[in-house]
Nanobody, 123 residues
Framework: VLLVESGGGLVQAGGSLILSCAAS????????MAWFRQAPGKEREFVAA????????YYVEAVKGRFTISRDNAKNTVFLQMSSLKPEDTAVYYC?????????????????WGQGTQVSVSS
């Protein structure tokens, strides 16, 4: 199983980025997909998740109204559209896969992880 994130970068506060996570080696349509983030010196935290059916999503309060998670099961890809970015959104962002479980908010509950992509927001 391989999860590969892309789309990170440096952006000014108020800007936008779209992260992608391409999955292979698993039956993508049977996995809830999530995004977590980890800032320096902090624990990895849940950001958003989307059910394998693509019709149900869940967000941490801090990103509601600013971030949108979506998926394309035909392309085995999950996305995180981020807008109105703030300096406190700076972190390494990871995608994760959880087999037929909804919704897991803790990192150890996920089966597979990507390597992460850095998002840096300058003030």
């Amino acid at each position: 199983v391989l999860l590969v994130e892309s789309g990170g970068g440096l952006v000014q506060a108020g800007g936008s980025l779209i992260l992608s996570c391409a999955a292979s080696g698993l039956t993508f349509s049977r996995y809830a997909m999530a995004w977590f983030r980890q800032a320096p010196g902090k624990e990895r935290e849940f950001v958003a998740a989307i059910k394998w059916t693509a019709d149900v999503t869940y967000y941490v309060e801090a990103v509601k109204g600013r971030f949108t998670i979506s998926r394309d099961n035909a392309k085995n890809t999950v996305f995180l559209q981020m807008s109105s970015l703030k300096p406190e959104d700076t972190a390494v962002y990871y995608c994760a896969a959880d087999y037929l479980t909804w919704v897991s908010l803790r990192a150890p509950q996920y089966d597979y992880w990507g390597q992460g992509t850095q998002v840096s927001v300058s003030s």
